[in-house]
């Protein structure tokens, strides 16, 4: 069985850690982002955040989606 790679530090930093409500990160098409981008901008840890999702958009044929670092697609 294959493990996960351990989760990098500054994901653990992140505001949105643990959060419940996921959803605001990625809403229905035509949806606003308002609160996400909220706790985008108090976050310490969002360049790290936005970096990660360059590399992971780079790397895969699903496109963006969602919220990562304060920004959207």
Request: proline share 7%.
């Amino acid at each position: 069985m294959m493990s996960l790679p351990p989760v990098p530090e500054w994901m653990r930093a992140a505001e949105c850690a643990g959060s419940a409500r996921v959803a605001e990160f990625f809403p229905d098409a035509g949806g606003r982002f308002t609160e996400a981008r909220e706790q985008c901008a108090r976050c310490t840890v969002s360049a790290e955040c936005l970096a990660a999702a360059m590399v992971e958009e780079l790397n895969s044929l699903g496109g963006r989606h969602g919220m990562r670092g304060g920004l959207t697609p």
